[in-house]
């Protein structure tokens, strides 16, 4: 079994659309969850960072933490076509922990 | 700030050949690692270096492959000799002691 579980997808929605995004996870340390979007073609960039559970805000994006059931989410609000992209979950133990475990992404398409 | 830069981007070549994949992280930055991404595993760490010293290389998958960091604005990544299964794309991110891990644009392999 994997330490980070993510559903790859595709996952295709219309523009407006809330969506939603999954991981669960089996290392009960892990404190620290990021996601990352990746372009095609291109190296994933960190979107969204929290610690330990609980919600966060950033604009259209918010990220959720249970660490109760093991599982996070990242929801994008009112969704648009340049949000297409690779979503990935990743965790770690510390916060300058140098084993970052990345879920396998997820493909979101944004239909205008 | 010019970000991680890797070359080359795309790399074909032939079963049995080495191949030598190059990184320059961000100048400043003390941590240095090497990921691949493949569709069946995902993004998988195989190495990391903070102050050019390998510390963990754990993810090396075997003896074919090997990184050196010779100086801090520097590393390579060799795979000898190269095999159909090692086709993926190859990252190189850098980060400070703590914070945001940044990534290069990858370098795509394929081996035939």
């Known amino acids: 079994q994997k330490e980070v579980e993510q559903d790859p997808g595709p996952l295709s929605v219309p523009e407006g659309a809330i969506v939603s995004l999954n991981c669960t996870y089996s290392?009960?340390?892990?404190?620290?969850f990021m996601w990352y979007r990746q372009y095609s073609r291109k190296g994933p960039e960190l979107l969204m960072y929290t610690y330990s559970s609980g919600n966060k805000e950033d604009g259209r994006f918010t990220a959720q933490v249970d660490k109760s059931s093991k599982y996070i989410s990242l929801f994008i609000r009112d969704s648009q076509p340049s949000d297409s992209a690779t979503y990935l979950c990743?965790?770690?133990?510390?916060?300058?922990?140098?084993?970052?475990?990345f879920g396998s992404g997820t493909r979101l398409s944004i239909r205008p | 700030d010019a970000g991680v830069i890797q070359s080359p981007r795309h790399e074909v070549t032939e079963m049995g050949q080495e191949v030598t994949l190059r990184c320059k992280p961000i100048?400043?930055?003390?941590?240095l690692f090497w990921y691949r991404q493949t569709m069946m595993r995902g993004l998988e760490l195989l190495i990391y270096f903070n102050n050019n010293v390998p510390i963990d290389d754990s993810g090396m998958p075997e003896d074919r492959f090997s990184a050196k960091m010779p100086n801090a604005s520097f590393s390579t990544l060799k795979i000898q000799p190269s095999e159909p299964r090692d086709s993926a794309v190859y990252f190189c991110a850098s980060r400070r002691e703590t914070g945001e891990l940044f990534f290069g644009e990858g370098s795509r392999l394929t081996v035939l």
């Open positions: 990743a965790m770690s133990a510390y916060s300058s922990a140098s084993k970052i475990i």
């Open positions: 290392n009960s340390a892990f404190q620290y």
């Open positions: 100048s400043g930055h003390d941590y």
